[in-house]
């Protein structure tokens, strides 16, 4: 087991205030199933299990402290968006794929609000839904189909809003009309966490941070090797998402690719009006390598995407990028004129989770003592909230329609060994970056 990097300058964790950590495991504790990674998807599975078994012996080992993962450090949009779109999506798996995970995308939205809402979860939370705007005439084609696809599916609540409109509610010299999906929720990634931190306490789960797994072994049951103690459980849960590849039990089914975000000191009222965004709405653009950005309530913008990162063997040292970043800083200058020279105060990064095929993938892994979750493509945060319900029903073999999910049991493409690995992934990452120089050609350049 590979030693983590430190986390980097994250604006959620950096000003999140003070926070204390559990207690790392020492010693030996026997429970019914461990879950293995402290985010989104390891503390509300926890939470689900004991919601409908109270009785259960549970523990969350969390290698660092909770929030060093994506949970921790994303851009905080809970989205329907599975892989790379509607349209790619519906390219790579087909329509009937694309309508059965959008339905389970859409849940998943939900039942993050829901779980918000009930249990009172301190995040920031709000529902201001989602542009995804044009920025070149190719790509309000490639919008516009996306649309139609959608509405030919049945779901609606998805439309187009012309140039003028959509500048009315953001306005961007770029945009030239956008996509309109009520179903986006703004959360504060840090707070949200560690709130589900608590709740999986209170509802009688163990967290111990600080508290990497290092080995596991199996006999008739599980033995998880910590720095300072061993879990024996009956089973196990995998929610360790970019890091699964960590287990040699997951190292081909996913591989870590880098995102890179920046956010700005509060903007002044002088600087804000210009662009409006009253409805403080989440944005992204249409690109492969998207850009994706919003205002927090104390007026930064933060903003993400353009390039990603890739690493030789799964090395997972790449959470900063100059280049990354600069780039960040340009696009922002382009979108809003207005905000050059905010000074930027938080830059960070993190690694996301790919499958071969560019959609999520759980299930059992061998017998169904087993259960993993990753590949959310950067598409994460809501995903994982309903994920934790069906790695519930998983575990405990229960009746279920979230079981139906086309995500769920499916067979993972593994990713070939390195060389091949890093050819590949660069090989694709080329590919879409090419695809977006030929839609942004006529683009004013940074
Ligand atoms: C910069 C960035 C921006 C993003 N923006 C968005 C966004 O706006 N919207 C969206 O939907 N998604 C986004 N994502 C993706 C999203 O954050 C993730 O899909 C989601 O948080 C995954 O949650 P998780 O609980 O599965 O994984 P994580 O939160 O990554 O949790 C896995 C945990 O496992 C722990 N771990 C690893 N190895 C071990 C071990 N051996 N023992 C114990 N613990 C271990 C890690 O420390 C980590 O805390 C973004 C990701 C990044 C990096």
């Given amino acids: 087991m590979i030693a983590l990097p430190d986390p980097p300058n994250v604006l959620w964790l950096d000003t999140y205030g003070e926070y204390e950590p559990e207690e790392s495991l020492k010693g030996e504790v026997t429970v019914d199933i461990s879950i293995i990674g402290g985010g989104y998807t390891g503390l509300v599975t926890a939470y689900e299990l004991l919601r409908v078994e109270p009785t259960l012996r549970v523990a969350v080992l969390e290698a660092k402290s909770i929030g060093y993962g994506s949970s921790g450090r994303n851009g905080s949009f809970g989205m329907t968006v599975i892989g790379l779109g509607f349209g790619v999506t519906a390219m790579l798996r087909g329509k009937q794929f694309l309508k059965e995970a959008h339905a389970y995308m859409e849940r998943a939205v939900d039942s993050m609000t829901e779980l918000i809402q009930r249990e009172n979860l301190d995040c920031d939370y709000s529902r201001p839904g989602f542009l995804r705007a044009a920025t070149t005439s190719g790509y309000v084609k490639r919008i516009r189909h996306d649309i139609e696809l959608m509405q030919s599916l049945g779901f609606d609540g998805i439309y187009w809003i012309d140039r003028d409109e959509v500048r009315e ?84 089914k996913q591989v870590p690719a880098f995102t890179y975000m920046i956010a700005t000191e509060p903007l002044t009222p002088e600087q804000l009006e210009p662009v409006g965004w009253g409805g403080r709405e989440g944005v992204e653009d249409a690109r492969n390598l998207i850009h994706y950005y919003r205002i927090t309530p104390d007026n930064r913008l933060i903003i993400g995407g353009g390039p990603v990162g890739l690493t030789y063997a799964n090395d997972l040292n790449a959470d900063d990028s100059e280049s990354a970043w600069r780039h960040l800083e340009d696009h922002m200058a382009l979108l809003f004129p207005s905000f050059k020279g905010a000074k930027v105060t938080h830059r960070w ?98």
């Fill in 169 to 252: 509610r953001v306005n961007s010299p770029l945009y030239l009309g956008a996509m309109w999906e009520p179903r986006l929720v703004l959360i504060n990634p840090a707070k949200l966490v560690r709130e589900e931190k608590q709740l999986a306490m209170r509802s009688g789960a163990a967290v111990y941070e600080n508290t990497p797994v290092m080995e596991i072994t199996s006999n008739s049951s599980f033995s998880l090797r910590t720095p300072g103690g061993m879990v024996k459980a009956e089973k196990i849960v995998f929610a360790t998402n970019a890091y699964s590849h960590l287990f040699p039990h997951l190292r081909r």
């Fill in 349 to 446: 990064g993190g690694p996301f989770s790919v499958t071969l095929d560019l959609t999520p993938a759980l299930g059992y892994l061998g017998d169904k003592r087993t259960v993993y979750s990753l590949g959310c493509i950067g598409h994460g945060v809501s995903t994982s909230h309903l994920n934790a319900q069906t790695i519930r029903d998983l575990l405990l073999e229960r009746e279920s329609d979230l079981l139906e999910c086309p995500f769920i049991n499916r067979t993972v493409i593994p990713w070939p060994p390195e060389p091949l690995r890093i050819v590949l992934a660069q090989g694709i990452r080329g590919y879409l970056r090419v695809e977006d120089w030929i839609y942004e050609r006529r683009m004013p350049r940074r």
